[in-house]
């Protein structure tokens, strides 16, 4: 029997992962025994897993198994009809990264909010780019007001404004993913960590706003400090998966309100004594954060029944593989 060594997920690519195994980087690729035999519990890999490998002198190592993950970044996979996709693993922090010349967009930072909360880090909103906007400060007050309950930060990593407030996150052995759309500065701010620039950058066009990608594959960056990081591409989609407790974590405000209705079952629309309703009259409760409140928690549930769907049809297809064929020859 080959023997089994464990290995950390550094990087991956559209068919191959780099392992970081015994102080070496080694590029691996899926046993298909383990993971495409329709098995339910079945973690394919992603960039911060750690797994069992069987190291292969001569080429590609094989990968035989995912170890338990203490947390993960889900969304609902671009590709038609493939479920969930884990995009990062086991790390302590999300930072959100949102730009504040013209990528700032707070109905995106509750989307990356949500499936923050939801996949077990702690996140934290990284406004990039303070020294290209005119109006930081009620954009950071905006911020503040729509992230509830998280810490939110302002940096420029070309004139090093605010970086020395995050050194409390960069401790040995944290481990922090970026997110964000692209050319919010996630290269150029992982540079900045790095003191080196061994990252492409290629930032916002100023006339158009339009990002581009430079980080083509998910990948982990170690730091001077020992901290890791788990650099993303920029990602145009981020369909939601099933995220109740990310979707109760951002609209902590509004789960509260909730709580205060006359009546358990309250719709918020006509009943007497909705404390909602009171909100949204009175102001507490803008009709912009109600909205987008109601549009995600919507999405969770269709994610959720999306999910029972997938799980259905898997146990019916392992059910069909799992029949003794029949004999179909005739006597005669």
């Known amino acids: 029997m080959e023997e089994k060594e464990k290995g950390f997920v550094v990087a ?24 495409y035999n329709m098995k339910l519990e079945v973690k394919f890999p992603t960039v911060g897993d750690e797994v069992d490998i069987i190291i292969n002198p001569f080429g590609d190592s094989l990968i035989v198994g995912t170890k338990e993950r203490k947390t993960g970044f889900l969304r609902n996979n671009p590709t038609p009809g493939m479920g969930e996709q884990t995009i990062a693993a086991n790390f302590d922090y999300v930072f959100i990264m949102m730009s504040l010349n013209h990528n700032f967009n707070l109905n995106r930072m509750e989307r990356y909010l949500t499936l923050a909360w939801q996949s077990g880090g702690i996140p934290v909103v990284i406004l990039t780019k303070v020294d ?13 007001e729509a992230a509830v309950g998280v810490d939110v930060y302002a940096i420029s990593s070309i004139t090093g404004y605010g ?14 993913v970026f997110l964000g759309s692209s050319g919010v500065g996630k290269s150029t701010f992982a540079n900045t960590l790095l003191g080196e620039n061994i990252m492409d950058t290629n930032e916002i066009r100023e006339g158009d706003s339009e990002g581009h990608h430079t980080t083509t594959h998910r990948q982990v960056i170690k730091l001077p400090g020992g901290a890791m990081i788990i650099d993303t591409p920029g990602m145009r989609e981020l369909g939601m998966w099933e995220a ?53 928690k919507k999405e969770s549930e269709r994610a959720k029944h999306k999910e029972t769907f997938f799980i ?14 029949r004999n179909n020859k005739i006597d005669y």
């Not at 719709?267 to 507490?284: D, I, R």
């Open 163 to 176: 970086m020395d407030e995050l050194n409390k996150y960069f401790e040995k052995g944290k481990i922090i």
């Open 312 to 325: 259905r049809q898997k146990k019916k297809h392992i059910a069909v593989k799992k029949e003794p064929r």
């Open 12 to 35: 991956v690519h559209r068919d191959r992962y780099e392992v970081e195994v015994l102080g070496e980087t080694l590029y691996a690729k899926l046993k298909t025994g383990v993971y």
């Open 132 to 144: 290209l906007s005119d109006d930081a400060n009620e954009k950071i007050r905006l911020t503040r």
């Open 244 to 296: 109740d407790e990310g979707v109760f974590q951002t609209f902590e405000d509004i789960e509260t309100i909730i709580l205060k209705c006359k009546y358990k079952n309250c719709s918020h629309k006509t009943e007497l004594g909705c404390a909602v309703k009171t909100a949204l009259q009175n102001g507490t409760l803008s009709e912009k954060r109600w909205h987008n409140y109601n549009m995600l």
